[in-house]
């Protein structure tokens, strides 16, 4: 190993004072110091020094750019300022997804001589979240999630579009725990079916005596939301004569309880919701131009199931410990390569009931075939991997043998089995490393 470089005293303390985990790393990608953040952080980080920043992050023998991974530092090259991107890190406490902010440092010259990474760990992503979290490593899922990490501290109205069962729901409680507004109400409303009456004494509640059976005030879901988040899912099933009362209050952030004289003001962060394809809705006219606009600043697509293929096995194993906590349950070969080759039009919630009812069927600890519908099963490819029958290998390690088998079967092709399998070459690259 070369000897590791002395960083400039002024730097070094800087470093140290500031109070997010830093490190220091050279044009050769070492690690040249830490700061006490850091190593409060991640323990003892002495060993690190002149490691490179790929290795000791994912544990990577090349850079992350060479590696089907995006590198900030390519971007801090380009253009002399600072770089974001969202890493799937190793770290002493697991797989944790981490904001990683790059700042290149310059000399006297001009030249950029070293790199500041700020580490911002997302724990609320982990690969062992809570009972309701998000999880998930693929491509498709990570910039999904730089996404939501990126709105989050704005007040920008946020659009998530996806197909049904992809977690909407989920990713707005994601946008609402990462903004300021976290220790303040997150409201969800329903719009579906929703009649003219309904939706505004849901929404703005109403006055004692506005009509039968108002017996007393009523506080609506706008006000309740108050400082916080309301979330408007399936937005796209209000109907036309609904959508300009939802503009006004949107634009004016004003609105009045049914059967009152006075104005409130609003103070939400709104988050919308559809599995409807708006735009085409806007060109037909059934939903408003200007409503569109208004709740569309910044759109994030949820991938489909199909999309992230490559989160399966991690989505299967962590449904499987929240179904049944007390039973150590696994799938088998044959069954894994079933769900693999399945398209999952109902996406997550589908793969969820489909291993709910694999629990009850099961009498060990064990999925097999036996315990699948038989859509699923057909679905599975004409033949299988040739592995051990009754062996029973990690998920991770049944998915790689799985992948180096699919890859035989289009002679080594990488592009061919990516788009057969659903994932970018990237992911498929990355499931191929040992």
Not at 146 to 175: C, D, Y
Not at 221 to 233: I, S
Request: proline share 6%.
């Amino acid at each position: 190993m070369n000897d590791i470089e002395a960083l400039p005293s002024e730097l070094e303390s800087l470093m140290e004072a500031m109070p997010e985990p830093r490190i220091v790393v050279d044009m050769d990608y070492r690690i040249l110091a830490t700061n006490r953040a850091y190593r409060r952080e991640y323990g003892d980080a002495q060993k690190l020094i002149g490691r490179t920043c790929y290795e000791v992050s994912h544990h990577f023998v090349q850079p992350c750019d060479q590696c089907g991974e995006s590198c900030p530092r390519q971007g801090a090259l380009k253009t002399g300022q600072p770089s974001r991107v969202l890493h799937l890190h190793h770290t002493p406490n697991g797989e944790e997804h981490v904001d990683v902010e790059l700042i290149p440092i310059k000399d006297g010259q001009g030249q950029i001589r070293y790199f500041m990474e700020t580490m911002n760990p997302l724990r609320e992503f982990g690969m062992a979240s809570g009972a309701q979290g998000m999880v998930g490593r693929s491509h498709a899922y990570n910039r999904m999630l730089e996404l939501i990490n990126r709105a989050a501290p704005a007040m920008t109205a946020v659009l998530l579009l996806g197909e049904s069962g992809t977690g909407k729901e989920l990713a707005a409680h994601a946008l609402h725990s990462l903004s300021p507004r976290a220790s303040k109400p997150f409201v969800p409303v329903d719009c579906s079916g929703m009649t003219e009456s309904l939706f505004e004494s849901e929404l703005f509640g109403y006055e004692k005596g506005a009509f039968t059976g108002a017996n007393q005030r009523k506080i609506g879901l706008v006000e309740a939301a108050g400082g916080g988040t309301l979330f408007l899912d399936e937005l796209g099933d209000i109907p036309l004569s609904l959508q300009v009362k939802l503009l006004r209050l949107l634009e004016t952030g004003t609105f009045r309880r049914v059967g009152g004289v006075e104005t409130l003001r609003a103070d939400f962060r709104l988050v919308a919701a559809t599995h409807r394809g708006l735009k085409q809705m806007v060109e037909a006219g059934s939903f408003r131009r200007d409503l569109y606009y208004r709740i569309s600043a910044f759109p994030i697509h949820l991938p489909a199931l199909r999309e992230r293929r490559d989160d399966l096995p991690l989505l299967i194993d962590t449904l499987l410990r929240r179904l049944a906590p007390e039973r150590a349950i696994q799938v088998g070969k044959t069954a894994l390569t079933c769900l693999m080759a399945y398209p999952f039009p109902g996406n997550i919630r589908e793969l969820r009931n489909v291993l709910e009812r694999a629990v009850l069927l099961a009498d060990g600890n064990l999925i097999d075939t036996q315990h699948l519908p038989d859509d699923l099963i057909s679905s599975a490819p004409p033949s299988q991997p040739k592995e051990h029958v009754g062996e029973i290998v990690p998920l991770e390690e049944a998915e790689r043998r799985y992948v180096r088998w699919a890859l035989e079967q289009t002679q080594g092709d990488k592009k061919v089995l990516a788009e057969r399998l659903g994932v970018s070459e990237r992911t498929l690259y990355r499931k191929l490393m040992p």
